[in-house]
């Protein structure tokens, strides 16, 4: 039992020190190597939980868009419609302000496992969100929709030296994506004035840092959890 105890609770500091170092230096400047140093385990050990870093950024992408999606709809007042805005509003804010955090989403869209798994998730949130736009829709219809808004998301999370003002951006990705789903230009055209209004680099602060303290308090919960199971047995 004692070796069981020892795996789970590897695993879930791998999962604390890696959100910590992928968020806080980068997820391409930080190795396996490093997490391993870090946490003061062989690297062999790291890659019995994780065979690459590659595979704990998927375990933490599948974290951060069920987080992500629960508290922007707190923050939304107004509907889905508004917190699904107001995530794409936060998520830019927060890689237009920290070049670390921007490397950790902007290599959630470029690796496939990961973006396979933003694909799913915003596909189904899709369904709640603009469903009653696209009544007729067809599975596969919502798959080639996200297939096109996950290309337009990462083009406004990426910053250059030719980038528009994250507003601009906003306001065009947010157009062509509820475009995208038959939102009435109407409707749209008062949530992205409603979004822009919102000062949503300090929105974007808050869901990173709380975003950060979740996997914290998540992983030592789970621990609690495991040594409590290993000592009843």
């Not at 020892?6 to 999962?15: H, Y």
């Not at 306001?171 to 475009?179: D, K, S, V």
Request: aromatic share 8%; proline share 1%; glycine share 4%.
């Amino acid at each position: 039992m004692g070796r069981r105890k020892r795996i789970v609770n590897t695993r879930l500091e791998i999962i604390q020190v890696g959100t910590r170092m992928f968020l806080e230096e980068g997820f391409t400047a930080t190795s396996a190597s490093k997490i391993s140093k870090e946490l003061g385990i062989s690297l062999g050990n790291l890659t019995f939980h994780f065979p690459t870093k590659e595979h704990l950024l998927e375990e933490l992408i599948e974290m951060l868009c069920d987080f992500q999606w629960e508290i922007l709809k707190r923050e939304a007042d107004k509907g889905l419609l508004r917190a699904v805005c107001l995530e794409l509003a936060a998520m830019a804010a927060i890689c237009e302000e920290n070049e670390n955090a921007r490397n950790f989403y902007l290599s959630a869209y470029t690796h496939s496992h990961t973006l396979d798994i933003i694909r799913r998730n915003d596909r189904e949130k899709a369904k709640m969100v603009y469903g009653e736009y696209c009544k007729d829709w067809s599975e596969t219809q919502f798959i080639e929709a996200e297939n096109l808004v996950s290309g337009i998301e990462y083009s406004t999370l990426a910053k250059t030296s030719v980038s528009a003002s994250v507003e601009v951006r906003l306001n065009g990705a947010l157009n062509t994506i509820m475009g995208i789903y038959n939102v009435p230009k109407e409707i749209s055209d008062v949530c992205i004035k409603e979004v822009l209004s919102v000062d949503y680099y300090e929105l974007g602060r808050k869901v990173l840092e709380e975003f950060k303290k979740y996997v914290s308090e998540s992983t030592k919960e789970a621990l609690i959890e495991a040594e409590k199971k290993t000592n009843k047995k």
